[in-house]
């Protein structure tokens, strides 16, 4: 498939659904070729676990995160006596 920028801007669930049926698609800018998207493959064999990745479970100590949704709401709450 190929798809002009403006295609892209006006008709992205067309370029949306031919990534989903596994057809790389040739993006043009004023009739030339400038770059190819190509659908990324899903498998989940390939994946690794996401106790492997360095950041998984660094707060798994922490005390004060008892309660995800409480300690979010501390952290976006106004803080009025900044300055």
């Known amino acids: 498939m ?3 920028i403006l295609d892209l801007r006006r008709n992205m669930a067309d370029v949306l659904r ?3 049926r596994n057809e790389s698609i040739s993006i043009l800018y004023r009739g030339k070729p400038k770059a190819i998207l190509i659908p990324v493959k899903q498998s989940q064999e390939n994946r690794p676990p996401v106790s492997s990745i360095p ?3 660094m707060w798994k100590d922490n005390n004060a995160v008892d309660d ?3 300690y ?3 952290l976006r709450k106004q803080r009025i006596n900044d300055f």
């Open 18 to 20: 031919a990534l989903e």
């Open 2 to 4: 190929e798809a002009t």
């Open 72 to 74: 979010v709401r501390t």
């Open 68 to 70: 995800v949704a409480q």
């Open 55 to 57: 950041g998984f479970g």
